[in-house]
């Protein structure tokens, strides 16, 4: 039996304001043919399957045309709502779609209901309810203010709803393995202890306390876990898939992915990592206008969506027009002006008291708005324009 780890797709997503659509679709080309190339059984998606709530109509489209092709390679699909999906939208017809395939876990009642699936051959003897078993479990996200007195806890904590959410599992599976040997898979949208975030991703709590430990997830086969978006190992038994593009620029570095697990009746066999390529390349770059737009070095970025910060002692005029005749989807632009003097900030009226004159005035108001002195040229302009103004006889 063979499963591959996904989360986090977020479709309908934009970049810096770039809609990633085509991304994502082409995204679904890879994962179709890699189901096809590895003969995988079973896809895991562990929530965040949209990026909001509402989804368009043409997102949702994609998640349509995704779990058809997906089935139409032979891969059943269990799937688990996230904190950006509105769950009982995402779990319409689950029953229905059930009979194609396609697991929807996105009911708090279902999460101790498990797609059962036989391993290994049948021995002729007691036919499938005998032979061992692969169980998988989806937990849907769990918002504790809502759920916790569902789940018959007290405190609407992440820990307290997640511990008795395994829990029910634990009971459940504990019954299935009486009669015969029983492997798990648990999906959960969640953060758990010791993985590492990125700027993308909302968080679910205020001062980390939402972190759930390791431990509510002991005796599990396998723990495909959905939130963060990028993939890491926290046990091996525990892992983040990571979503399969890069949604921030903090995921530069991120080689996006998720896992292939192969399981048999002994249990979990193989994890190896399964890799998505990117459609574009991020850049980050850091220097001044000068060094970026003359360096060689950043050549490669031309063709990058690119984050860049000057360190211009003054912030250079046109900085972006400029930066975009090379790097032309530079999508932000922030500024770290080094080596420039300390300056005492100044509030505006004390400017306006200190003025010798109106081009003072001018000049003064310039540079407090966008924290660059006038030029010469700029300095000139103002005069002409103080110059006509004063000879139409209007009064400053």
């Not at 950006?84 to 929807?104: K, N, Q």
């Not at 029983?182 to 993985?195: D, W």
């Not at 975030?197 to 431990?215: F, H, K, M, Q, T």
């Not at 495909?224 to 038994?237: D, E, F, I, N, V």
Request: proline share 4%; net charge negative.
């Amino acid at each position: 039996m063979r499963l591959l780890h996904t989360s986090d797709w977020h479709l309908g997503r934009s970049f810096h304001g770039v809609g990633m659509l085509d991304a994502q679709r082409a995204f679904v080309d890879q994962l179709v043919a890699r189901v096809k190339e590895l003969s995988v059984d079973v896809v895991l998606i562990a929530g965040d399957v949209y990026d909001r709530a509402l989804p368009g109509v043409d997102v949702v489209g994609l998640l349509d045309e995704a779990l058809v092709r997906l089935t139409g390679a032979g891969a059943r699909v269990v799937l688990t709502s996230g904190n950006h999906d509105s769950a009982i939208r995402l779990g319409f017809a689950s029953r229905l779609l059930e009979r194609g395939g396609v697991h929807l876990r996105t009911r708090l009642a279902e999460l101790d209901t498990p797609l059962m699936i036989p391993l290994g051959a049948t021995d002729g003897d007691g036919g499938d309810d005998r032979r061992p078993a692969l169980a998988i479990y989806g937990i849907p996200w769990l918002e504790p203010r809502l759920v916790a007195d569902q789940l018959g806890v007290d405190s609407a904590s992440h820990f307290d709803v997640t511990r008795a959410a395994t829990n029910r599992i634990r009971e459940d599976l504990a019954r299935r393995s009486a009669s015969r040997t029983v492997h798990s898979v648990v999906l959960a949208h969640t953060f758990a202890s010791g993985g590492i975030s990125s700027d993308s991703e909302r968080d679910l709590s205020i001062g980390g306390v939402g972190a759930v430990p390791l431990d509510l997830f002991a005796g599990f086969s396998y723990t495909a876990l959905g939130h963060l978006h990028g993939r890491q190992t926290l046990s091996p038994a525990v892992r983040y898939s990571g979503s399969p593009l890069a949604y921030s620029f903090s995921e530069a570095k991120h080689q996006k992915g998720g896992w292939i697990i192969d399981v048999d009746e002994s249990g979990v066999t193989r994890v190896e990592p399964v890799q998505w390529d990117a459609p574009r390349k991020l850049a980050v770059l850091r220097g001044t206008i000068d060094e970026l737009l003359e360096s060689a070095e950043h050549s490669w970025a031309e063709e990058a969506y690119c984050q860049v910060i000057l360190t211009d002692p003054q912030r250079p005029a046109q900085a972006m027009e400029r930066l975009r005749a090379r790097f032309p989807d530079t999508l932000v632009l922030g500024f770290d002006p080094q080596g420039a003097a300390p300056s005492v900030k100044v509030s505006y009226s004390s400017r306006l008291a200190e003025a010798e004159d109106d081009l003072s005035v001018c000049c003064g108001f310039l540079e407090h708005v966008r924290g660059r002195e006038a030029n010469e040229a700029e300095k000139a302009v103002l005069a002409e324009a103080l110059e006509t103004v004063r000879l139409q006889g209007v009064s400053l």
